[in-house]
């Protein structure tokens, strides 16, 4: 083990004091508070019942992040204070690409607000060029010899980011950290990775950007928001970016805890495909039945016929039964299924990409964080329970994000007008508003 890989991070390994390291800049610190009835992990933030977590001889330990390995009282963690020891490259933003009058506006903002290293929110479309727009701030900070980071809950995510990272940041190397990631940790000043990872962290990043910041596991997860302020230093930035603000980040906009910068407007400067919706009878019987409405299909037959296009699904359970039916429809088609347990997810999203594929019949792990230009999109069963309504507003923006095609379809076909249906609607619908003031200039 090198010093290095304890910079800025908690390491739970008891032979720390045996390996030939100089061990006097090391800290050893404590893995749990234990109370009068309850443990309180201090890696994920958890509280729990002592019974709970009991082991023999009065120990305890955490059974909320069993998974990056046990933390209990028999242990500590080892850690150094983030040195920020880098040799930063004379050129370092090595993008060629140019951004738009309004995506200038607000990377601008962006930027001097990490600069500041203040709580910041880019409430920006899907297809508004997020990632571009964050490039400014990085390499102001880089430059400044910062530790920087960018989390996103999904894996996905995470994997489409980095390549475009190591060809706007050519002369750094960029750590890419998740579950299923093989390669051995190194101390980098650039790192990529999911939420996860960051309760592996400990006041490492003087910047931290969580992208996708609505997106599950991240919004619904206490120890993910307790690792986000570990992560960061104490006088370090936050910059959440998201197209879909859950209530609590809405509320610190309103309590002026969090600065908001907007941008209603695709990085092509046109708006937001808005959703049709159609009413259909039981789809899953008809299914049964080896049938799906018929609007779907004609719809499927007339996009097909140019574009390429995706199809969502509620369930797993639906996927090959849609298959199957679609399979007799469309013999002339070439189509598969992809959901988020599938071994080949991320050869079968490369084909499409390549376009051995002319459409993917999906759940909602496609809902975000990948990119196929020129599509149109089609939901069957939106009004299910399983899609939350920022679920579907990423959903429909998987369309019309290329600038050659920015007015792709986006269809639901629905039982009811669900909560969510009309939710999605009024997000787009709000931010299209905001869109058109802007083009009246």
Not at 156 to 165: A, I, K, M, Q
Not at 312 to 326: A, G, K, N, R, W
Not at 378 to 389: I, T
Request: charged share 20%; proline share 5%; glycine share 6%.
């Amino acid at each position: 083990m090198d010093i290095s890989e304890l910079y800025g991070r908690r390491v739970l390994c008891p032979q720390v004091e045996q390996l030939p390291i100089d061990g006097s800049q090391i800290q050893i610190l404590p893995t749990l508070k234990v109370g009068e009835k309850t443990i309180t992990c201090l890696r994920c933030g958890t509280v729990t019942n002592k019974w709970i977590t009991a082991m023999p001889n009065q120990q305890y330990y955490c059974p909320q992040c069993v998974t990056l390995g046990r933390v209990s009282t028999l242990d500590k963690f080892y850690h150094v204070p983030e040195p920020n020891q880098f040799e930063v490259p004379q050129r370092i933003l090595t993008w060629r690409g140019q951004l738009s009058p309004l995506q200038t506006k607000v990377s601008t903002m962006v930027k001097e607000r990490m600069d500041q290293h203040r709580r910041q929110l880019l409430w920006a479309v899907t297809g508004a060029g997020k990632t571009e727009m964050m490039f400014a701030g990085i390499t102001a900070a880089l430059k400044r010899g910062e530790r920087v980071a960018i989390a996103s809950p999904r894996v996905d995510v995470c994997l489409e980011l980095y390549p475009r990272l190591q060809v706007a940041f050519a002369g750094f190397s960029i750590a890419l950290l998740h579950g299923r990631e093989p390669q051995k940790y190194k101390y980098r000043q650039l790192t990529i990775c999911t939420t996860h990872q960051l309760l592996r962290f400990y006041h490492a990043f003087d910047n931290l950007i969580i992208d996708e910041v609505d997106s599950f596991p991240y919004a619904a997860n206490s120890a993910l928001l307790f690792a986000t302020k570990q992560a960061v230093k104490k006088d370090g930035g936050i910059l959440f970016m998201t197209a879909t603000p859950g209530e609590k980040l809405i509320r610190q906009i309103s309590k002026k805890k969090l600065m908001v910068s907007y941008l209603p407007l695709r990085y092509h400067g046109n708006l937001l495909p808005q959703i049709k919706i159609f009413l259909t009878s039981d789809w899953r019987k008809q299914l049964q039945r080896k049938r799906l409405p018929n609007k779907l299909l004609n719809e499927l037959k007339k996009t097909l016929a140019n574009y390429q296009c995706l199809l969502f699904v509620p369930h797993i359970s639906d996927l090959q039964p849609t298959f199957l039916c679609l399979q007799e429809a469309l013999t002339d088609k070439k189509f598969t299924t992809v959901h988020a347990t599938d071994p080949k997810r991320l050869e079968k999203v490369q084909q499409m990409r390549d376009g051995k594929y002319e459409f993917l019949i999906t759940t909602s792990i496609l809902e975000r964080g990948v990119t196929f230009p020129g599509i149109d999109v089609f939901v069957l069963g939106a009004d299910d329970q399983v899609f939350s309504s920022s679920a579907l507003v990423q959903i429909a923006g998987r369309a019309g994000r290329s600038a050659s095609r920015p007015t792709g379809k986006v269809m639901f076909w629905v039982q009811s007008y669900s909560r969510q249906v009309r939710e999605a609607q009024r997000q787009i619908a709000y931010m299209n508003r905001k869109g058109r003031r802007l083009l009246r200039g």
